[in-house]
Nanobody
Framework: QVQLVESGGGLVQAGGSLRLSCAASGRIFRLNDMGWYRQAPGKQRELVAAITSGGNTNYTDSVKGRFTISRDNAKTTVYLQMNSLKPEDTAVYYC?????????????????WGQGTLVTVSS
């Protein structure tokens, strides 16, 4: 079974740091773009940061200079280092990955989501 498993959420005071990890497992032929989304209570899910297979990154404006996305292709893992956290960063964070998997003698594209990990920043 192909899946994403997240870890690293928790409670932190404003100004603190957390590091989220997301590991892909299962029969994956290729791991393409990966990213982190978040959803705060009463709000829509938004893209926080994304990284291509070649290492190009993209961030939403509100986290630029504070968050860093990275990936370890050998470990099929993506990370989100979050520094200088603010109360408005409080949300459930979801990992996302675009993968190609072998199926029926072909390769199929598949979008995966993690189960979500809660980040709470207290003021």
């Amino acid at each position: 079974q192909v899946q994403l498993v997240e870890s690293g959420g928790g409670l932190v005071q404003a100004g603190g740091s957390l590091r989220l990890s997301c590991a892909a497992s299962g029969r994956i032929f290729r791991l393409n773009d990966m990213g982190w989304y978040r959803q705060a209570p009463g709000k829509q899910r938004e893209l926080v940061a994304a990284i291509t297979s070649g290492g190009n990154t993209n961030y939403t404006d509100s986290v630029k200079g504070r968050f860093t996305i990275s990936r370890d292709n050998a470990k099929t893992t993506v990370y989100l280092q979050m520094n200088s956290l603010k109360p408005e960063d409080t949300a459930v964070y979801y990992c996302n990955a675009q993968v190609m998997i072998p199926r029926n003698f072909r390769y199929e594209s598949l979008e995966l989501w993690g189960q979500g990990t809660l980040v709470t920043v207290s003021s």
